[in-house]
């Protein structure tokens, strides 16, 4: 499972109370969905470098494994498109158990960030690429 998230950061951890269970004794999805925007939206600022930022779309979330009381929540993500106003990180969601030790994805998704000047429209938040005026030093070239 280490290897399948290479590349993500861990972006949050939440441990599964009595609050967030759903009639059927389970993690509520629409909890999970909160945890992820929290957690996402976290990365999606440190990666944009501003905290003026607002969730523009969930992709399509597949609850595959359910959370229980007790288990702790892992949540994943990284960068998978970067455009001009917005970024979109793909998130993964593991769910820990203590006994027996396991580990399971509950779901996936991807999130789409924009980030919003003081006027709340979308604005650039990527800073051009300026190319290098100064002479190469020895040994780069």
């Known amino acids: 499972m280490?290897?399948?998230?290479?590349?993500?950061i861990l972006s949050a951890q939440r441990l599964v109370m009595y609050s967030d269970l759903n009639a059927a004794g389970?993690?509520?999805?629409?909890?999970l969905m909160a945890w992820m925007d929290e957690a996402s939206a976290m990365t999606a600022m440190r990666?944009?470098?501003t905290k003026r930022?607002?969730?523009?779309?969930f992709g399509?979330?597949?609850f595959d494994a359910p959370g229980m009381l007790g288990d702790y929540v892992e949540i994943w993500c990284r960068p998978l498109r970067q455009g001009m106003t917005s970024l979109t990180l793909d998130c993964r969601v593991l769910?820990?158990?203590i006994q027996p030790e396991t580990v399971a994805q509950i779901c996936?998704?991807?999130?789409?960030?924009?980030?919003l000047d003081e006027d709340g429209r979308p604005t650039p938040w990527r800073q051009?690429?300026?190319p290098s005026t100064a002479p190469p030093q020895e040994g780069t070239e």
């Open 2 to 8: 280490q290897e399948a998230l290479k590349d993500f």
């Open 26 to 31: 389970r993690l509520f999805g629409g909890r």
């Open 47 to 49: 990666i944009m470098s």
């Open 53 to 57: 930022i607002v969730t523009k779309k």
């Open 60 to 62: 399509e979330v597949v």
């Open 95 to 97: 769910v820990r158990t």
């Open 108 to 115: 996936r998704s991807t999130v789409v960030y924009v980030a």
């Open 128 to 130: 051009p690429s300026v």
